[in-house]
T-cell receptor, first 117, second 111 residues
Framework: DAGVIQSPRHEVTEMGQEVTLRCKPISGHNSLFWYRQTMMRGLELLIY??????IDDSGMPEDRFSAKMPNASFSTLKIQPSEPRDSAVYFC????WGRGGNNSPLHFGNGTRLTVT | DAKTTQPPSMDCAEGRAANLPCNHS???????VYWYRQIHSQGPQYIIH???NNETNEMASLIITEDRKSSTLILPHATLRDTAVYYC????????????FGKGTLLTVNP
């Protein structure tokens, strides 16, 4: 089990540029989550997918953020245009939420540290 | 989801048991207690969860009081690698995708 794989591990970009973060969930998991972590706000859920369908995107900060899950093994989080306040660590997590009860724990990747200058 | 209260920091000697408390006095009957931890520069890691009964796995034990208003995570033999922020989260099974991470407890294991 390779776990949740995120890329890149670090991203440094200039304000106004487009940023794309990538996530490969654990094979067989049916749910995928994008979280953002900052010192000020801690860990925040941005969006949640179940069976590749976005279920709850209420945590997405604004229209500059978009997320897609074209298939069960890949998801992207895109920021366009990026701003310095988007600097944070972005985590992807997957689980089998809904299967065998709704208690399946989340498995997190090691995150992408984004710095927007 | 019920709110949780954890001490901001704790110390533990290497090899000793680490007992991390969590108060969740407003927990409702269908809400579970989850524990995650986050080691520096890594993603959060699931440790254990429970509803009413005490639980044990290869990582830790979870002791839930009979009234379910508090719980304790026990790391039986803490090592330096257990230094991390430990999060106690209370959530119902149906909405656990909305795990709300508070500030947690920074456990420092000292040699």
């Amino acid at each position: 089990d390779a776990g949740v794989i995120q890329s890149p591990r670090h991203e440094v970009t200039e304000m106004g540029q487009e940023v794309t973060l990538r996530c490969k969930p654990i094979s067989g998991h049916n749910s995928l989550f994008w979280y953002r972590q900052t010192m000020m706000r801690g860990l925040e859920l941005l969006i949640y997918f179940n069976n590749n369908v976005p279920i709850d995107d209420s945590g997405m900060p604004e229209d500059r953020f978009s997320a897609k899950m074209p298939n069960a093994s890949f998801s992207t989080l895109k920021i366009q245009p990026s701003e310095p306040r988007d600097s944070a660590v972005y985590f992807c997590a997957s689980s089998n939420w809904g299967r065998g009860g709704n208690n399946s724990p989340l498995h997190f990747g090691n995150g992408t540290r984004l710095t927007v200058t | 989801d019920a709110k949780t209260t954890q001490p901001p920091s704790m110390d533990c000697a290497e090899g000793r048991a680490a007992n991390l408390p969590c108060n969740h006095s407003t927990i409702s009957g269908n809400e579970y207690v989850y524990w995650y931890r986050q080691i520096h520069s890594q993603g959060p890691q699931y440790i254990i969860h429970g509803l009413k009964n005490n639980e044990t796995n290869e990582m830790a034990s979870l002791i839930i009081t009979e009234d379910r208003k508090s719980s304790t995570l026990i790391l039986p033999h803490a090592t330096l690698r257990d230094t991390a922020v430990y999060y106690c989260i209370v959530t119902s099974g149906g909405s656990n995708y909305k795990l709300t991470f508070g500030k947690g407890t920074l456990l420092t294991v000292n040699p």
